[in-house]
T-cell receptor
Framework: DTAVSQTPKYLVTQMGNDKSIKCEQN?????MYWYKQDSKKFLKIMFS???????INETVPNRFSPKSPDKAHLNLHINSLELGDSAVYFC??????????????FGQGTRLTVV | GQSLEQPSEVTAVEGAIVQINCTYQ??????LSWYQQHDGGAPTFLSY??LDGLEETGRFSSFLSRSDSYGYLLLQELQMKDSASYFC????????????WGAGTKLIIKP
């Protein structure tokens, strides 16, 4: 049973389109994340969200928006796609708490190619 | 601000020992983590250090020195399947305790 699942695994789309990537976790975690990994393998956090707070990396364009219908889901919507958005997007979750020694569990990734 | 430095690439021989270093800069430090990522795969958790010293998990060990803002991942008895990228990541006050990642170290293992 997959802990963090995201769909689709591959997404090829044209510039200017709007697309969504879905993410679900069945671990009962309270915090979910979206990361972008570029061709140089650099992992950059885009959003973190729990039921209390959305933390947005200020460098993320407002064309990207997270949507959380419930605690187990955090979807990523991208408007007006650009060539530079091509990357692998990872969803992750963890159980945050006072200890902070929490492992993040990652989905399989969505390879987005904008043409 | 918050930053991490790790070598971009390390090469080692199968059966050998390799050490991947990570230096970090952050305020309100709250732990150093290590993750492994194979090509085409997702990052997976390896270890976490909040206190100084060595944590051992099988062939992998992780070390932390908070006074030096330095840690390393030690891989012993290297196997070809250990070829992957290894990321260090820190939690600190600067990032509101979110994980901030190094650029990753690509480990190349030769037979």
């Amino acid at each position: 049973d997959t802990a963090v699942s995201q769909t689709p695994k591959y997404l090829v789309t044209q510039m200017g389109n709007d697309k969504s990537i879905k993410c679900e976790q069945n671990l009962g975690h309270d915090t979910m994340y979206w990361y972008k990994q570029d061709s140089k393998k650099f992992l950059k956090i885009m959003f973190s969200y729990n039921n209390k707070e959305l933390i947005i990396n200020e460098t993320v364009p407002n064309r990207f928006s997270p949507k959380s219908p419930d605690k187990a889901h955090l979807n990523l919507h991208i408007n007006s796609l650009e060539l530079g958005d091509s990357a692998v997007y990872f969803c992750a979750s963890s159980q945050e708490g006072a200890a902070k020694n929490t492992e993040a569990f990652f989905g399989q990734g969505t390879r987005l190619t904008v043409v | 601000g918050q930053s991490l430095e790790q070598p971009s690439e390390v090469t080692a021989v199968e059966g050998a020992i390799v050490q991947i270093n990570c230096t970090y800069q952050t305020s309100g430090f709250y732990g150093l983590s290590w993750y492994q990522q194979h090509d085409g795969g997702a990052p997976t958790f390896l270890s976490y250090n909040a206190l100084d010293g060595l944590e051992e998990t099988g062939r992998f060990s992780s070390f932390l020195s908070r006074s030096d803002s330095y840690g390393y991942l030690l891989l012993q008895e290297l196997q070809m399947k250990d070829s992957a990228s290894y990321f260090c990541a820190v939690r600190g006050l600067d990032s509101n305790y979110q994980l901030i990642w190094g650029a990753g170290t690509k480990l190349i293992i030769k037979p």
